[in-house]
């Protein structure tokens, strides 16, 4: 007689395959009930193994199976690369490197390699000098070059310097360029007048800031006429008292005779003979004839005209 235990309650299920399958579709297994189903004479298929699935694996190309071990062998190797490789060790040859040429590279002297590392190191480079260099910085110092002596040189881009054949320095062009530039310059200072029949600017030639000078003639400068002072006129009308000192007169004459006091002068004209042949005279004003314009006067020499400029920076 069987004791009530929790065994008693034990439920066992025989179910064929297609009834199994079926009532788990249709979700009507009892989670506490046993399910048998007969064994299957047919084949189990593996889900896809995936990275989060344990799953079926199959055997691809050129991979052998035996007894559950699986295998590549040389004829394996050989199917897959499509040819027989050689039965001995082969090395290829890479190109000599050059500039356009990714190739191999030996190591020369005095380079050490230490496991695919190339090196160099103070013995390497004590063995390239032949001797055994100082352990500090040193410096040569060339000596002063001269007429007869090659010595060092230092190149200077300044030209405000002043360098001898014993002051070791040289001008490079750039210096040569701005000294030739600056001298040019220099020989017109700030007050030069600078004249030239083509228009180019001086300022073009030599640098510097130059104002221009038109319609003026040049005079040298007196205390009368102070550098820089203005002047003169193109044309000039004469006024009165710029004529010179003149004085008219009539001139005694058969019909014209002057009687003089003192400072002025009557003339007296004969007009009609009165009787017994003597002339009569009398007094009246003898006109002198006028002439001119009044129109001004060229007031300018000879002159070539030329461009003229001032240098005012």
């Keep these: 007689m069987a004791t009530d235990t929790k065994l008693d309650s034990l439920v066992i299920n025989y179910l064929t395959q297609a009834q199994y399958d079926n009532a788990k579709s249709e979700g009507t297994l ?95 480079v004590t063995s390239a000098l032949g001797y055994t260099p100082p352990t500090t910085d040193t410096k040569y110092t060339l000596p002063t070059g001269n007429a007869s002596t090659a010595g060092g040189v230092k190149l200077s881009d300044s030209t405000s310097s002043i360098s001898s054949t014993s002051g070791g320095i040289a001008a490079t062009p750039a210096a040569v360029f701005a000294a030739i530039a600056e001298a040019k310059l220099a020989a017109w200072p700030i007050g030069s007048i600078y004249m030239s029949v083509s228009s180019t600017s001086p300022a073009n030639l030599f640098g510097g800031t130059w104002e221009r000078i038109s319609d ?66 009398e007094s009246k004003t003898v006109t002198v004839a006028s002439g001119g314009s009044g129109a001004a006067h060229n007031n300018m020499p000879p002159y070539l005209s030329v461009w003229i400029w001032k240098r005012t920076k």
Excluded: C
Excluded at 65 to 88: E, M, Q
Excluded at 104 to 123: D, M, P, Q, R, Y
Excluded at 250 to 274: H, L
């Design 30 to 124: 009892n989670s506490n009930q046993i399910y048998m189903t007969p064994a299957s004479s047919g084949t189990h298929t593996l889900p896809a193994a995936t990275s989060s699935t344990l799953g079926g694996v199959k055997i691809g190309s050129n991979i052998t199976v035996n007894s559950g071990t699986i295998s590549i062998s040389k004829t394996n190797v050989t199917n897959a690369l499509g040819y027989t490789p050689p039965t001995t060790d082969t090395k290829y040859t890479l190109p000599t490197a050059s500039a356009w040429t990714l190739g191999g590279v030996k190591i020369g002297s005095n380079i050490t390699e230490n496991s695919g590392t190339i090196s160099l190191t103070k013995a390497n």
């Design 216 to 281: 003026r003639f040049l005079l040298g400068a007196s205390s009368s006429y102070p550098a820089g002072s203005t002047g003169g006129e193109f044309t000039h009308k004469l006024t009165q008292s710029e004529l010179p000192d003149y004085s008219l007169s009539v001139a005694n004459g058969s019909n014209v005779i002057r009687s003089k006091t003192g400072s002025s002068a009557d003339a007296y004209v004969q007009t009609q003979s009165s009787g017994w042949g003597i002339p009569n005279w």
